[in-house]
């Protein structure tokens, strides 16, 4: 059974950093792309950032650019995000997910179209 199980997240102040990470069982990311997104409450969901293992193309959400970094370990089968400079609005829960495909564009596909989810981890950034 495909299980995507995340860790890393909690409460930290403005101007801290987190790292979470998420490894995939049940298939191997060497033919997936796989991305971070965050919900906050009230708030629609939020593709963070994304990484394919085709050119290793990797996207990011423009108020996070410069602050949070991607990385992927296929031989591990997992996908760590780097957070830096967290601001209270990064205050959600971070989910990991992926498409089992690996098109250079991939990453730019609807949050609809990622198959599978990790349960989340809370990530709460106080001033």
């Known amino acids: 059974q495909v299980q995507l199980v995340d860790t890393g997240g909690g409460l930290v102040q403005s101007g801290g950093s987190l790292r979470l990470s998420c490894k995939v069982f049940?298939?191997?990311?060497?033919?997936?792309?796989i991305g971070w997104f965050r919900q906050a409450p009230g708030k629609e969901c939020e593709r963070v950032s994304c990484i394919n293992n085709s050119d290793v193309t990797t996207t990011y959400l423009d108020s996070v650019k410069g602050r949070f970094t991607i990385s992927r370990d296929d031989a591990r089968n997992t996908v760590d995000l780097q957070m830096n400079s967290l601001k209270v609005e990064d205050t959600a829960v971070y989910y990991c997910?992926?498409?089992?495909?690996?098109?250079?564009?991939?990453?730019?596909?609807?949050?609809?179209?990622?198959?599978?989810w990790s349960r989340g981890t809370q990530v709460t950034v106080s001033s």
């Open positions: 997910a992926t498409i089992r495909e690996n098109e250079y564009d991939t990453c730019y596909r609807p949050i609809g179209d990622f198959t599978d």
């Open positions: 049940g298939f191997r990311l060497d033919y997936a792309a």
